[in-house]
């Protein structure tokens, strides 16, 4: 590679860097530093003669390679101290994916992989997760990968891990709903949030499996009856219903789509998920109509991707890139990072229901506030969206409460 040759990485602003306009704050600028240092063998970048931050989308949008310009930072040389000749992104975490060798954690597993905050990921799965990991390993980021296989190396996957990310579960299949996954899912998550409670309960705990409005409360019952629950550091992941809207609502509105930021509300499935349309930035007016069809296709977009695939699978690819969106906010967050806001569905105090989706700040013990602007002065449409979805969301929450208690009482 050239030495004159300029390795860029691009950082935006707004919710899809995981940032809160809302919030009173210094206002986000391009962050911009270029500077003869070179990257020494970093993902391939040799002798790269500058460094550009710039308010621009790259390879897993804003908010993952917001992470690589964080670690550039001069954390250690403020003032007029003179920087050293190299900058090396800082990868000091432990990621563990569980259900590594299925149809979103392998390609969750490659994007966590080129991370440069990830130091270690451990690959988890019943079977075929020793090739993945193989596969992987060959890639030249700074994370060491380890494979583990069956129940039996469950707990050591686990050992001083930092966030845990569980996509295991079945995928749903044409004219499946997410809740017909129900029973499945919630008894592989029961099984895998035990183990993260015996080997590492301080990690951040993201669920991916469906349906995420039962499973995120299941996994609260387990970590309480283990005494580890702390409600700051388990996540339901959502963030793909964010991705969707955002790329929706940009091509729509013929916007820039680093520029868009939807925040969605409520759950995870069908009617409780709620794109708050009249909250986007930038400021964009809807027709009645562009506010019904969009909610409607936001709502329903997984089952467009399930029936385009006629019975080959699922939101796999999507799903993968907002969950590791979600996971470079929390790394970040866990990094220091004091500007993290991304949408989760956690437990909350937002309204009346135990566990609502919300722009929530991310801080190094997880939910550090939840953010109730988003849901002040919604439009009439928003409001009773909101009022309608509650009793589904409610009844899904307890459905998953009653499945965690009951197997305590037949155990």
């Given amino acids: 590679m050239a030495t004159t040759s300029v390795a860029t990485f691009m950082i935006g602003t707004a919710a899809s860097l995981g940032r809160e306009s809302s919030v009173p704050q210094s206002k986000p600028s391009a962050l911009r530093f270029s500077s003869q240092y070179s990257l020494k063998n970093f993902s391939g970048l040799k002798a790269a003669a500058s460094v550009s931050c710039e308010s621009e989308s790259s390879f897993s949008g804003k908010e993952t390679s917001a992470a690589l310009c964080a670690s550039f930072a001069p954390k250690a040389h403020k003032g007029n101290q003179n920087f050293q000749n190299s900058l090396q992104p800082q990868a000091s975490f432990k990621v563990a994916v569980l259900g590594a060798a299925g149809g979103i954690g392998q390609p969750l597993a490659l994007l966590i992989k080129m991370s440069p905050l990830v130091s270690a990921l451990n690959l988890y799965d019943i079977a075929n997760v020793k090739g993945v990991a193989a596969d992987l390993s060959h890639c030249n980021t700074p994370s060491q990968v380890q494979d583990f296989t069956g129940a039996s190396e469950l707990g050591n996957s686990l050992k001083g891990v930092n966030v845990v990310v569980i996509p295991a579960g079945v995928p749903r299949k044409p004219g499946m709903t997410r809740d017909d996954l129900f029973n499945i899912n919630a008894g592989i998550v029961r099984n895998l949030v035990t183990a993260v409670a015996d080997n590492c309960p301080d990690a951040f705990i993201h669920i991916i499996s469906n349906p995420v409005n039962s499973t995120v409360p299941i996994a609260a019952e387990i970590l309480k009856q283990k005494g580890v629950y702390d409600p700051k550091k388990l996540f339901g992941v959502t963030t793909l219903d964010v991705v969707r809207a955002n790329t929706f609502v940009a091509q729509k509105k ?8 939807v925040p969605v509300v409520g759950g995870h499935a069908g009617i409780t998920i709620l794109p708050l349309l009249s909250k986007t930035k930038p400021s964009v007016n809807f027709t009645d109509e562009e506010i019904q069809e969009l909610t409607v296709r936001i709502q329903n977009a997984g089952t467009e991707v399930v029936e385009a695939k006629a019975g080959a699978g699922s ?3 999507s799903m993968a890139y907002a969950a590791a969106r979600f996971v470079e906010s929390s790394l970040r967050a866990l990094d220091g990072d004091g500007d993290v806001y991304e949408c989760s569905y956690v437990q909350s105090d937002l309204t009346e229901l135990p566990f609502f989706a919300s722009r929530v700040k ?11 602007s988003d ?3 919604l439009t009439e449409y928003e409001q009773k ?5 509650k009793p589904e969301l409610k009844a899904s929450i307890e459905k998953g409460i009653a499945f965690a208690q009951k197997q305590t009482v037949t155990a």
Wanted: charge should be negative.
């Fill in 315 to 317: 939101a796999t690819l």
């Fill in 254 to 261: 013929n916007l820039k789509l680093i520029d868009v930021d």
């Fill in 375 to 377: 849901l002040q002065g």
């Fill in 362 to 372: 991310l801080g190094r013990n997880g939910v550090e506030a939840l953010i109730p």
């Fill in 385 to 389: 969206a909101l009022e309608a979805l």
